[in-house]
């Protein structure tokens, strides 16, 4: 996830599938080149695949897979916020900040023995009390660690809420 804002009131994260989404358009860029070249040559069962049923697989798995995810943490508003958009739709759902207790990471071991990883929210109070994934999808890397750290430090400083006078 990557830190889009990091101020005393505001810590906003952010994940974008873009490596995904880049793939898979080359990919369907380049079948609708094949299938227009293939009209061109005179191969209609080229053509249909090149212009129609390859692409509109790979646009399937585009809609799929390509997902934007946010945490918002919010100290004016007291209030987490994770909103998560696809090209099906967004939702938003929002929690006291008093009730986040800290940010972990939760792994996943496949069947070679690789561990993939993702940030989960631990609520201590209300009616969402529990753990609370991020994202739903798992990844390799330390990008969860380094984003379950920037929650913590955020929510372990010390910010004075008091009114100064001058």
């Keep these: 996830m990557k830190v889009i804002r990091n101020t005393s009131e505001q810590l906003i994260l952010r994940d974008v599938s ?33 212009l129609l049923a390859v692409p509109a697989f790979l646009c399937i798995f585009l809609v799929a897979f390509v997902r934007r995810d946010e945490v918002i ?65 798992y990844s390799s890397g330390n990008g969860a660690k380094r984003a379950a750290d920037t929650i913590n430090d955020w929510l372990a400083q010390d910010v004075d809420s008091t009114d100064r006078q001058a």
Excluded: C
């Design 18 to 50: 873009w490596i995904i989404a880049i793939v898979f358009s080359a990919f369907i860029l380049a079948m609708l080149g094949f299938g227009l070249n293939a009209l061109f040559a005179g191969d209609m069962v080229g053509a249909f695949w090149g």
């Design 73 to 137: 943490l919010d100290r004016s508003r007291n209030q987490v916020e994770l909103r998560h958009s696809t090209f099906l739709g967004r939702t938003r759902v929002k929690h006291e900040l008093t009730h986040l207790e800290r940010a972990m990471t939760q792994a996943h071991y496949g069947g070679k023995g690789g561990a993939t990883y993702r940030v989960a929210l631990v609520l201590g109070g209300g009616m969402d009390a529990g753990t609370h994934p991020v994202t739903p999808v």
